[in-house]
């Protein structure tokens, strides 16, 4: 799960960059945002391998 959602906010983040105005940026940054947070929930975890 949590090499998913690594690969997951790297996608986000290129789509990002690639976005030209704050109209396109936001829905990414709220992705971006709750990816992080589960990607932090997960390595908090007993047996995480990062």
Known sequence: MAQYL???IDELEG???????RHERRPINKQLHACRDMLRWCKSRAGYKG
């Open 6 to 8: 690594e690969a997951r």
């Open 15 to 21: 789509q990002r960059l690639d976005a030209r105005d």
